[in-house]
């Protein structure tokens, strides 16, 4: 944990944020320095307005501006006032525009309402801005803003940060497996709203915005500037959406079904029906004015709700094998697999050193010689339901149980004015999933990756920022920042009590964690905070075996 200040000088770069600036000189007619000009730069949407005056070089700077369009105005006493509006400021952008002021009363004004994009002309970094019109008309199957960083040239996604089910953005940590540049995976900084997105475990972020809360992001590949660190391919630099003078909303609902799809091949082979499938996606977002050119809100709520039948084959003892009958167990081949009787193990007289045993009579196991305990693990095992490969009977057990998500995505924002020298917002965002993996044998015998249990991913982020303009040519900001990262996995056998089977105590004791006697989950904490506008800092480390409760 740690705190920094950033001020900000006219000749000085400034710190780590998802702002932009507007920056340039002011001549006239020949050519020659305009001081002493005024300017105004007014946001169209907020109706904030920033003034300043241009120093004794014509230069101006305007740090600190929200992505958005604005309106400049610059008048200077002798020359006709200039007007430009439809200016698009996109995030972390520095624009150079500049003004020629022609000689005139200061009554009359030339109005530019369009112009050519705006340069950076103070910067080499390389960089593409996936602004908000790909992110909200992009077909996203999952909704995952995240998705569109593919757009970049020079960024890899692995299969894997399509997440596990390729669906929506389930474990964060498959998202973050980005590569710019060539870079390794997971070594990019995520920035939301100028602070880090991220914690200390293996680079995971924390949230991710939604499309309806997502203004618009930068990718940031090549020949960053001194203020970004901590990072190993690129940056990834995040804005989200503020309210406005009007209020805007949004209700969705996006739906998936199976009855929309085709079998899958192996499945159908079986002559099992579609597996079932519902997906749906529903929220809303809603942002406005608490006081007018002053005060503003926005806050969005995501739901997911995932449900596919899961395709798991099985090979699971038949009801002779489950008699100890193994008779008709046999081989591709047609020969019979044949069961030995451990209790006729002898030394073989021909193979010195080598010992030998007698199969059972028939290849039957007699019912006296079945321990109890495996007895009781065979009611754990269903039975087979498929006719499975013939003579060797494997693949006999199909099940479609269902895989399941529930994931809510919601976050809300406040941004105030407290003066026209003064403002604050701030933003806190919460993304909780739990995987139900599918529970193929409906017990705690259940394989695959139904033995994982249930996943629960609990991440929360937040950002506040203070800025202050102190005098014409110094501006303070102090930023803080907060990403919690909580991954546990109760297994599905969690709780399980061996004694169930026959086992004695002094047996199952032995099983047991030492930590909590019966009992064992797994689950990472990560708990990161970042002050002012510099890396973050973790802290906290794994725990395994832990008792604590989920949140």
Known sequence: MFIRLSFFLAVAAYAQSTAGQITGLVTDATGAAVPGAALEVQNVDTGISHTGQT??????????????????RVEKQGFRAVNRSNVRLQVDQVAQLDFALEVGSASEAITVEAAAPLLE?????????IDNS????????????????????????????????????????????ISI????????????????????????????????ATEEFKVQSSNLSAEWGRFGGGVINVSTKSGTNEFHGTLFEFLRNSVLDSNEFFNKGAGRAIPPFRMN?????????????????????????????????????????????????LTAANQRILVYDPQTTRDNPAVPGRLVRDAFPGNVVPAARIDPVVRRMMTFFPQPNATGVPLTQANNFVSNAPRKIDQINYSARGDHNVSSSHRVFGRFSVLRSTIFQPDSFGNAATSGPGANGNLNLYNYSASLDNTVTLTPTAILTVRYGFARFYWGRPTRSFGFNQTELGLPQSLVGQFQSHRERGRFRFHVRQLGFVHGAGHPQSAGLPKQGSSQPYP
């Open 281 to 329: 996606q529903y929220g809303f977002a809603l942002g406005g004015p608490v006081v007018k050119n002053r005060t503003f809100f926005f806050a969005d709520v995501q739901g997911t709700k995932w449900r596919k039948g899961d395709i798991f084959i099985a090979s699971l003892p038949t009801a002779l094998q489950r008699a100890g009958d193994f008779s008709q167990t």
């Open 134 to 177: 790909k992110i909200s008309n992009i077909p996203l199957n999952g909704r995952s803003s995240f998705r569109l960083v593919q757009l970049t040239p020079g960024v890899l996604n692995a299969p894997s940060a399509n997440g596990q089910f390729g669906d929506i953005p389930v474990n964060t940590m498959d998202e973050s497996i």
């Open 181 to 212: 540049n060539g870079g390794r995976n997971k070594t990019n900084e995520i920035m939301i709203d100028g602070v880090p997105s991220t914690t200390g475990f293996v680079n995971v972020m924390t949230t991710i915005p939604s499309v309806d």
């Open 121 to 129: 002309q103070s910067t080499s970094a390389l960089g593409q801005v």
């Open 55 to 72: 120093n004794e070089q014509g230069a101006y700077r305007f740090p600190f501006l929200a992505p958005g369009v604005y309106r400049v």
